[in-house]
């Protein structure tokens, strides 16, 4: 068989019905995705059907047309609506058989979980003649694999440990064996502070001399603009250096901008920045409602810095708690630069922490004026060498201004800790 292995393009299909409806998240192709890129194998295409005969089949020639590599989850279970053994059957004209030795691990699992074996579960071990069969050590339903006109099928059940434990156990292996030789190396850049299209114009010369061999992708969200580089060739040592050279001279065009890299958060940074500072923090939040307190001790080890923080959402708790003078709230209003600062000393001093950080604003949708429309916010942080606030206008998304204001507000706090003179970083 002429298998086409370098450079393979790879197909994922997912087949169910409540993966259609939304019942349940397909997270079996992004772990999938995910696990082959880290092997060096290009993701072509991701497709979702039915629990149909007819669309399964379908979905079976069109994807032999595009790819070099189908992997296939789900339908294998024992119930009358998993299907898709009798669609691999039809599609690759063979039949099922009884293999004793399948019907082994199945009834030994099953035992073993006290579960009485019965005629569905029997049936788990017919299996295509034509098949290749892979073991799965997790559960029941036995991976498969099929060869078609230099296209390898690769079909497994749906349930996710059991499907990652036969790719890593089982598929990863074996193509390993075939000698894949392109390496993908990827590197994610998170930047905040600028638009994408800000972004994009301020790196535009940087981003046009790249090399041909890698890629660079903008991916945007509320909490930051991702900027993910991806190099493709057949030496990963070499593509691994070229991608950090590239990298260094970002930093140099866009230092103020870049917090970290690939899985970090900005909590994560300002913890680690907190941890080498022997440092503490506090918050005290109005419109963000307790959401930067809720990112920072979502990660592990944050005790070390984390002093607590006050969800001042009244105004009367924001003066009893806080000590923001009544009389300023009167004044200026709750969401100003006055009652921001106010906030963020009163955090750092009843709270005895180093840093403190203070938002103020109007989420949304409801509130607005228009000296002061929705998603006006005030954020302070206050340090050992003083306070400073700024104040955004966000949109009227509700969910979006409370994530926004968030970042911005730990965005700040993560530049005063590296300008004050007191922080030793």
Same mark, same amino acid.
């Given at each position: 068989m ?6 393979m393009?790879?197909?994922?299909i997912?087949?169910?019905?409540e ?8 997270? @079996?192709?992004?772990?999938m995705?995910?696990q082959l890129n880290?092997n %060096? ?6 497709t ?9 089949v379908?979905?079976l020639a /069109?994807a032999?047309?595009?790819?070099d590599l189908?992997l296939?989850? %789900? ?19 063979t039949?099922?058989v009884?293999?004793?030795e ?7 699992l099953?035992?073993s979980?006290?579960v ?5 579960n ?5 299996l295509?003649t034509?098949c290749t069969i892979l073991?799965?050590?997790a559960?029941t339903a ?5 060869e078609?006109n %230099?296209t390898i099928?690769?079909?497994?059940? &749906?349930?996710?440990?059991e499907m990652?434990?036969?790719m890593?156990?089982e $598929?990863?292996?074996r193509?390993i064996?075939?000698g894949?030789?392109q ?5 994610t ?5 600028l638009a994408?299209?800000?972004l994009a114009e301020?790196?535009e010369?940087?981003e046009s001399?790249?090399p041909?061999?890698i890629k660079l992708?903008?991916?945007p969200s509320?909490?930051?603009v ?9 030496d ?5 250096a ?7 001279e970002?930093?140099?065009i #866009?230092?103020?901008?870049?917090f ?7 909590a994560l940074?300002?913890g680690?920045?907190l +941890? ?7 918050v ?11 990112? #920072?001790t979502?990660?592990s080890?944050?005790?070390a810095y984390?002093? &607590?923080g ?8 924001k003066?009893?708690?806080?000590e ?5 709230? /009167?004044?200026? &209003?709750?969401v ?8 963020a000393?009163?955090?750092?001093? $009843? ?9 103020? %604003? ?6 607005g004026?228009a ?9 302070a ?6 306070v400073?606030?700024e104040k955004f206008?966000?949109?009227? @998304?509700?969910?979006?201004n +409370?994530i926004?204001s968030?970042?911005s507000a730990?965005d700040?706090?993560r530049?005063?800790?590296i300008?004050?003179?007191s922080?030793?970083?």
């Open positions: 002429n298998l086409k292995i370098c450079g393009k790879t197909e994922i997912t087949i169910g019905d993966i259609l409806i939304g019942q349940i998240v397909d997270t @079996n192709s992004a772990w995705a995910e880290l %060096g194998i290009e993701v072509y295409q991701i979702s059907v039915h629990d149909n005969h007819a669309h399964i379908k979905a /069109d032999e047309k595009n790819a189908v296939i989850t %789900g339908g294998l279970g024992p119930t009358k609506d998993d299907i898709t053994k009798n669609c691999l059957c039809e599609y690759f004209n039949e099922l009884f293999y004793p399948i019907f082994e691990h199945v009834r030994s099953l035992s979980r006290n009485t074996i019965n005629q569905l029997r049936d788990q071990a017919l295509p034509s073991n799965n050590s559960g036995s991976g498969m694999w099929f078609k %230099g099928f690769i079909s497994m059940p &749906g349930v996710p440990f990652e434990a036969i890593t156990e $598929v990863f292996p193509l064996k075939l894949i030789m390496s993908i190396v990827h590197k850049i998170l930047t905040y502070g994408e299209s800000m301020m790196i010369g940087w001399g790249l041909e061999y992708a903008y991916l509320a909490m930051m991702r900027l993910r580089l991806s190099a493709y060739g057949t990963k040592g070499m593509l691994e070229n991608i950090n050279q590239q990298v260094k970002l930093q140099n #866009i230092p103020e901008y870049i970290g890299f690939d899985d970090d958060n900005l940074i300002i680690r920045m +941890i080498k500072s022997s440092q503490t923090l506090a005290a939040e109005s419109c963000t409602g307790g959401n930067i307190a809720h990112f #920072i979502s990660n080890g944050s005790s984390f002093k &607590g006050v969800v001042a959402y009244s105004n009367e708790i003066s009893k708690l806080l923001v003078p009544s009389e300023m709230i /009167d004044t200026y &209003g709750a100003s630069q006055q009652v921001a600062e106010s906030m000393i009163g955090a750092q001093k $009843v709270l005895n922490a180093d840093f403190s950080i203070a938002t103020t %604003g109007i989420a949304g949708p409801d509130g004026t000296e002061k429309p929705v998603g006006t916010v005030w954020i942080v206050a340090g050992p060498s003083g400073e606030s206008i966000f949109r009227h @998304n509700r969910e979006r +409370i926004r968030t970042q730990l700040l706090l530049k005063h800790i300008n004050d003179n922080a030793l970083i």
